[in-house]
Every structure is written in structure tokens, then in C-alpha cells.
């Protein structure tokens, strides 16, 4: 996790000039009044329309420049971040892009403007309540019956990250073979409810996606306390597809690229609430072009 910050520290680095004046032009999707999903669903491609990015700071945190434009959310709103690694790691996603703006694979900056435009009109209580839920249906809880290989597959794997998770936040939370999954205590779900109010807002708002990418709480409360790797939640959280495509075989090409998916979108919620959840701001000389 943190090698991975720090190589976007690197790559950032140069990116950290300080333009002055230029014109302020909206860049993105604009706003949709009938949207209700929990994160903006970017546009799919547009072609590159700018050479340079460089990050400044604004009074209201720092702001991601395309040549003199600012960038702005899909309602309008100064694109500012809180934190000076959150704001490398976005500018790092616009410069990577090539001829084509590839808005699919922007998941730090469409976590931003969601954080920023809020369009669901959350307060913080409902995102952490909408989180919690998942443990009603969490992936590693529900657990078969049959076949015998991967009944033991399932204990092997899922149980030591739910005896984890017990013991770091001292609840119960078990597992079932019921249709109806696992009897949640109402203690376990308070205490999860208070452990998650210790974050910011732009940080539940990670949390909230990382658990929406894996169908489970307990994985992301792994991997968000470094329990586990991106790659050991997602395959955990895929166990039994993994089980089938083992024994029946792949799409050749589909499996891997929803496989790589999941993994970026997973990897960038986890940063995303890491960058967040900072509250230092990254010390080192600015580099001027």
C-alpha cells in the first residue's frame, strides 16, 4: 500500500508547479439531477485536450490544473482535495492518460468529485450505516454445503479473516450455511458503527466502495487495516468463482480483465481512504519547471 504511494509520490514530484492566472473551464461529466448510484459513472472516453497537469494550493486545500484550466466536478464545483498526496495521485491518473481521456479507469478523481458533489445527499451516518449493511449479506459469511473441497476451501480461507476480525474489534460475527446467512449481533454492528465514525466523510466514502467492490465488510475492514493485500481480498472475496474456474475453466481473455478490474478499483479505494485519512501533508522541496 505504501510503496504504492510512494511510487506516485515520485511520479507526482514534477508535477507540482504553480501556473499563474489562465482561464477556469469545467472538465467532466456535467451534473444529472435523476442520478442514483454512490459514485459518478464517468464518462466512457474523451480525446486528451491538454498537454500539462500541475497541483496548486487554495485556500480550500489543493486544486489539479489541465495547462491554465482548473478542474472542476460534474456540478460545477472547484475540484479541491484535503491532502497534497490525494491531490499527486489524481494529477498522476490525468497524466497518465494518452490521446484518449479514459474516465473508466479515473477512480481516484471519480471518488473525488462524488466526495465533493455528494450527489446522493448523504450525511455521514447513513454512508457508515449503508456500509454496516453489508454484514447482513457479506460474501465470506454465506458458506455451502457441498461440494466437500470447497466447504473446506471456504473454512481454510474466510474463517482466519473472520476470527481476525472478531478479536481486532472484539465482536461476533460468525458464519452460516443458511440461506438467511449469519445472525449479525446488534453489539457487533454498533461497535462497527463507531469504529467507522472515527473517519473523515471523503474517507467513509472509500470505505463505502472498497466493501461495494468486494460484497463484504469484514475484507474491507482487512484490507483497510493492512490485514491483507489488495490481491488476497479480492481473491478472497472471489473464492468460490475462482473454485469453479479452476474446475470447469475461463472465458480466456474475460476472466483476467475482470480479475484486473476488480483489482484497480479495489486498490484505489484503499488508497483513496489512506490518502484521505492523512493528515501530514508530504514534506519536500516543490520542483519548479
Avoid at 26 to 55: D, M, W
Avoid at 74 to 92: G, M, R
Avoid at 93 to 116: G, P
Avoid at 218 to 225: A, E, F, K, M, S
Wanted: one cysteine or more.
Amino acid at each position: 500500500m505504501w510503496r504504492s504511494c510512494l511510487r506516485l509520490w515520485d511520479e507526482g514530484r514534477r508535477l507540482l508547479n504553480r501556473p499563474r492566472g489562465g482561464l477556469i473551464a469545467s472538465v467532466g461529466p456535467g451534473p444529472n439531477p435523476r442520478l442514483q448510484a454512490r459514485a459518478y459513472a464517468p464518462l466512457t472516453e474523451r480525446k486528451r485536450f491538454y498537454q500539462n497537469v500541475s497541483i496548486t494550493q487554495g485556500e480550500g486545500g489543493f486544486e489539479i490544473n489541465l495547462d491554465h484550466r482548473k478542474l472542476k466536478t460534474p456540478q460545477a464545483k472547484l475540484f479541491t482535495v484535503p491532502s497534497e498526496a490525494l491531490a499527486i495521485a489524481v494529477a498522476t491518473e490525468w497524466d497518465s492518460q494518452q490521446d484518449t481521456i479514459k474516465f473508466y479507469t479515473m477512480h481516484l478523481t471519480t471518488l473525488c468529485n462524488t466526495s465533493l458533489d455528494n450527489p446522493t445527499q448523504r450525511n455521514k451516518d447513513q454512508l457508515i450505516r449503508a456500509a454496516v449493511k453489508f454484514l447482513d449479506t457479506d460474501t465470506i459469511c454465506y458458506r455451502v454445503e457441498e461440494p466437500e473441497t470447497l466447504v473446506e476451501l471456504q473454512k481454510n480461507e474466510w474463517d482466519p479473516v473472520i476470527e481476525w476480525a472478531e478479536k481486532r474489534y472484539g465482536v461476533e460475527i460468525g458464519s452460516s450455511t443458511s440461506i438467511m446467512g449469519p445472525s449479525i449481533p446488534a453489539r457487533t454492528q454498533e461497535v462497527l458503527i463507531s469504529h467507522l465514525a472515527s473517519y473523515n466523510m471523503w474517507a467513509l466514502q472509500g470505505i463505502e466502495f472498497v466493501v461495494t467492490q468486494l460484497k463484504s465488510m469484514v475484507l474491507t475492514l482487512g484490507l483497510i487495516d493492512l490485514r491483507l493485500t489488495v490481491e488476497q481480498a479480492v481473491l478472497l472475496s472471489r473464492l468460490e468463482e475462482e473454485y469453479q474456474i479452476q474446475k470447469w475453466g475461463n472465458i480466456e481473455w474475460a476472466h483476467d480483465y475482470e480479475l484486473q478490474e476488480l483489482r484497480a478499483r479495489t486498490a484505489a479505494g484503499a488508497l483513496f481512504v489512506h490518502l484521505c485519512s492523512e493528515s501530514t501533508t508530504v514534506k519536500h522541496k516543490l520542483l519548479r519547471e
